[in-house]
C-alpha cells in the first residue's frame, strides 16, 4: 500500500517522505523492519525511535523526531491511526459462505445466504441468523434467538433461548449468554425455592464477549449490553444488569444482579459491583476494588469497600506501617497516660 | 386460574376479592397489569402499592394496605407465595421424549424413555441416564456417569468420568463436573509430579450448577455437593470438599481443596476460602472476603483475611482516614516527644 | 506388586519387610487396608501411624516409627514416592486408537494413527496432530493447530487458529486456548477501536491447564507457556503474558497482558497481576493478593497492594482493632492537645 493510501485511511497526513513509499506491514518500534509502519503514542518509548528499521511512523501532533529518513504520517492520535493500519493489514477473514453438513439447524430457523455455520453448530426453533454472521464449530443456540449482521460466535459458546445479539458483535469460546440468574426464595423449611428466570439477554451491536463469560439472563425483562460495551473473559454479569455504551469491563470482574453501569465506565480487572446500585458515566474502578454503594460519575474508585483513590492510596501507604503505627501509638499512651489506664 | 386455586397453591388464604377472580400472571408493583397477581415483601416498596393495577397481591401476616379494589392473599411469605406463583405460571417446559440422530450414546449406556438427549449430545459407556432427563446439544458426559431424574444438563457442559448426578439438579452452560483436582508432589528438580485424582463428584437431589463453574473431583474418594446447594456461575470447588445442604455459594467464589461448607452457609461473590477448613451452619462470608480459618458457625465473616463483619466495618471506616491518622500520630510524637526520639 | 520391585520404582529402599511383599494399592494412613502402602510427610499425622492398617509405608530419611508390623520403604523424599507408587497404580488409561465418524477433521489436517478422536470433535485445516494424543468430544481445534504427542484435550475445550501445544499436556474441559487478548483504541468519539490480536498461544511440554480458564492470544508474538508449568481452573492469562518453566498458578488467579511469571514462581488462589511486570523466579504471591509492581525473586507478598508478607501480617493483625485505635489517637489528642485545636 502506497503511503499516501495509508494515510487516507488512518486520517492522517504526509509530513515527510513520498506518497508513493510502499508499507506492507505495522509492527512495534523495537520490532519493526523495512517496510512497516510504526507509531510513537507513550514518550517513555522515544528512544527506540533511534534505533528503529521502521519505513514510516506515525506521530502526535507537536511531537518532533530526530531522524529524516523515516517517513512521518501526523495524526491526531497515533495510537487510533496505527490502529487502524494495522486493521487494513490483518482484516478480519472475509465470509466464505457454507453450511457444514453436521451443522443441525432447525427447520423454522431463518438463515441468511452468506453465513459460515460450522461443524456440529446447533440452532434452535425459530431463531434468525443475519447475513455475515459466522458461527463456529460446536457453538449452540437455543431456540427464538436472533444474531445479527456480521457478528461472530466462537465455538463452544452457547446462547440461550430468547435472547437477542446485535450486529457487528464477537461472542467468544465458551462464553454463556442467558443461563439463569441465581435468584430463589427461602422457605419455612429453610430450603432454596427457584425463583423463574423469564427474561432474556439483549447484546445491541457491536458488543464484545470474552471467552469463558457468563452473562445471566433477567429474572423478568431484559439483561441488555448496550452498544459497543467490550467485556473480557471470566466476567460474570448478573440478571437484570445493564452496561451503557462503550463500558469496557477487564477480566474476572463480576456484578451481582440489577446493577446499572455508566457509559464509559471502566471496570478494571477483579473488580466487584454488588447489586441494585449504579456507577455513574465515566468512572472508573481500580483492580480489585469493590463497591456496595453508587458511584458518582467520573470518579476513580478504590479498595474493597471503595472510596476516592487519591484518598486510597494515602490509606494504602500508610497500611503498610500499621504494625508500626500500633506499636508507636501504645508508647506514646504509656508516656501521657503513664499507669492511670 | 380463579384466585381460589391460586390460593391453594401457594400456601395463602384470599383477605379480599372473589375466589373466582382470574389471574393470569405474576408481575411486580411497578409493571403489574389487570389480571396479575404482585407481591410485597420489602416495605421500602410499600408507595407503589398506591399506583399498581395488579389485581391481586400477597401480603405478608400483620402487613395493611389502604386499598379495597384489590384483591389480597395473606401469606406466612409473601415473596415464597409469589415465587410460588411464579413457577406455575411459567413452568418449567414439559419434556417432549426425543433422542436426535446426531447425538452419539455408546451401546452400554442405559436410557430412559422419557429423556429429551439433543442434538451433538455425547453419553459414554456404562452411564445411566432416568427418566424426565434433559440433555442439551453439544453436553458431554464421559463414561460411568449417572444422572438422577428430572435433571437438566445445558449445552456445552461437561460430566466427567464415573460422576453421580443427583435428581431434578440442574447444570447450567459450559460447566464442568469432575475435572482433576490441582494436585502435585514437588521433585528433587523442583518439577511438579501430577497425583492421580482417582475420585469422583457427587451432585445430590436439587442441586443447581451455574454456567461456567468448575468442580474438581477429589483426589481420593469424593468432593460432594449435598442436597439443595445452589451454585452460581464462575465458582472454583476444590477437590474433596465439601459442601452441605442448602448453602449458597455465589459467583466467582473459590475454594481450596478438602474445605467443608456447613449447611445454608452463605458465602457471597468472589469469596475465597482455603484449603483444610470448616465453615460452620450458617455462617455467613460478605462479598471479596477470604478466609483460611474455620469459621464458627453463626457467624458473619469479612475482609482478607475475615474477621467478625461487626468490627470489620470500623476498621474499614477507620481505613478510609489512615493516611491523616499516621500523620496525627506524627504530630502528637512532636509534641510529646519533641526531639527526644 | 512386590516390595522389592515397587521400592525400585520409587527410588526408595526397603528397611523393613520382605522384598516378596505384595502392595496392591495405595492410601492415606486413615484410610488404607491390608495390601496397601501409605506414607508419611507431615509430621501432624505421626499418631495415625499407630492405627494405620497398611501393609507398607514410605518415610523419610530420618523419621522413626514404633511398629515393627508395618513394611518401611525409605525414600529422600517420601510424598513423592508415594506419588510415584500412586502414579503405578492408578495409570493414565491405554490410548485405545479410534477416529470416532461423527468426528470432523478436515483434509488438510495431519492425524497420527495412533489418537483418539472421540465423537463431535472438530479439528481445522492444517493441524498436526502427534501420535498418543487424545482428543474428547466435543473440542475444537482451529485451523493451523499443531498438538503435540500424548497430550490429552477434554471435552468441551477450544484451541483457537495457529496455536500450538507441546508434548504430554492436559487441556482440562471447557478451557479457552488463544482467544482475542483484550485491546482497543479509544476513538476521538471515545468509542473502542478492536485492535487486531495477531498472535498465538504456545504451551510447551507437560502444561496442565485446568478447566475453564481461558489463555488470550498476544496481540502481536506469543503468549507462551513454558515447560512444565501448571495452570488451575478459571484463571485468566491476558495477551502476550510468558509463563516460565514449572510455574503453578492456582484458581481464578488473573493476569493482565505482557507479564512475565518468572520459574517455579507460585501465585495461589485469586491473585491479581497487572500488566508488564515481572514477578522474579520462586516469588509466591499469597491468596486474594495483587500487584502491580515487579516482585523480586524470592519474595513472599502479600495485600491488595502486595508487599512483604511479613509485614503484611503485622498490618492485618493491627487492622482488626483499627476502630479501636482510632479512639485510642482521640483520646490521646484530647489529652496532649486539650481545647487547642
Redesign the interface.
Known amino acids: 500500500m502506497k503511503l499516501v493510501e495509508l494515510a487516507q485511511r488512518t486520517d492522517s497526513t504526509i509530513e515527510i517522505g513520498s506518497p508513493d513509499l510502499d508499507i506492507i506491514s505495522t509492527?512495534?518500534l523495537d520490532?519493526a523492519d523495512t517496510g512497516d509502519i510504526s507509531f510513537l503514542a507513550n514518550p517513555k518509548y522515544t528512544p527506540q525511535i533511534a534505533e528503529t528499521k521502521a519505513t514510516a511512523i506515525f506521530l502526535n501532533e507537536g511531537v518532533a523526531i530526530d531522524r529524516n529518513d523515516i517517513a512521518v504520517l501526523r495524526a491526531?492520535?497515533a495510537?487510533?491511526a496505527?490502529?487502524?493500519a494495522?486493521?487494513f493489514f490483518?482484516?478480519d477473514p472475509e465470509i466464505k459462505p457454507f453450511i457444514?453438513p453436521?451443522a443441525?439447524i432447525d427447520p423454522t430457523a431463518t438463515v441468511a445466504s452468506d453465513v459460515e455455520i460450522?461443524?456440529?453448530a446447533?440452532i434452535g426453533a425459530k431463531c434468525s441468523i443475519a447475513g455475515g454472521v459466522r458461527i463456529?464449530?460446536?457453538?449452540?443456540i437455543?431456540d427464538g434467538v436472533s444474531v445479527g449482521e456480521k457478528t461472530t460466535i466462537?465455538?463452544?459458546?452457547?446462547v440461550?433461548e430468547n435472547c437477542e445479539i446485535g450486529a457487528r458483535c464477537?461472542i467468544?469460546?465458551?462464553?454463556?449468554i442467558g443461563?439463569?440468574g441465581?435468584g430463589?426464595?427461602?422457605?419455612?423449611e429453610?430450603?432454596?425455592?427457584?425463583?423463574?428466570q423469564?427474561g432474556r439477554v439483549v447484546l445491541e451491536d457491536?458488543v464484545?464477549i470474552?471467552?469463558?463469560?457468563?452473562i445471566?439472563r433477567a429474572s423478568?425483562g431484559e439483561t441488555r449490553i448496550k452498544r459497543?460495551a467490550?467485556i473480557?473473559?471470566?466476567v460474570?454479569i448478573?440478571h437484570s444488569c445493564t452496561i451503557d455504551e462503550?463500558a469496557?469491563i477487564?477480566?474476572?470482574t463480576?456484578l451481582?444482579g440489577s446493577s446499572v453501569i455508566g457509559k464509559?465506565v471502566i471496570l478494571t480487572?477483579?473488580v466487584?459491583i454488588?447489586g441494585h446500585l449504579k456507577v455513574g458515566d465515566d468512572a472508573v474502578l481500580t483492580?480489585?476494588s469493590?463497591t456496595?454503594h453508587d458511584v458518582e460519575p467520573g470518579k476513580i474508585m478504590s479498595?474493597?469497600?471503595a472510596?476516592e483513590n487519591r484518598?486510597w492510596l494515602?490509606?494504602?501507604?500508610?497500611?503498610?506501617?500499621?504494625?508500626?503505627?500500633?506499636q508507636?501509638?501504645r508508647k506514646?499512651?504509656k508516656?501521657?497516660?503513664g499507669d492511670e489506664s
Not at 210 to 214: I, K, L, M, P, R
Not at 314 to 326: D, I, W
Open positions: 509492527a512495534g520490532i491526531k492520535d495510537y487510533v496505527y490502529t487502524l494495522m486493521r490483518f482484516p457444514h453436521t443441525v460450522h461443524a456440529n446447533v463456529m464449530p460446536n457453538v449452540t437455543y466462537h465455538s463452544g459458546a452457547s440461550r464477537i467468544h469460546n465458551n462464553s454463556t443461563s439463569d441465581f430463589y426464595a427461602k422457605t419455612e429453610k430450603h432454596w425455592l427457584k425463583i423463574p423469564t457491536d464484545e470474552g471467552a469463558n463469560t457468563a445471566d423478568v459497543g467490550k473480557d473473559n471470566l460474570q448478573g462503550d469496557l477487564c477480566s474476572q463480576g451481582a464509559r480487572g477483579q466487584g454488588a483492580a480489585k469493590a456496595s479498595g474493597i469497600p472510596f484518598d494515602r490509606s494504602t501507604a500508610a497500611f503498610r506501617k500499621l504494625g508500626e503505627m500500633a508507636r501509638l506514646l499512651e508516656r501521657v497516660f
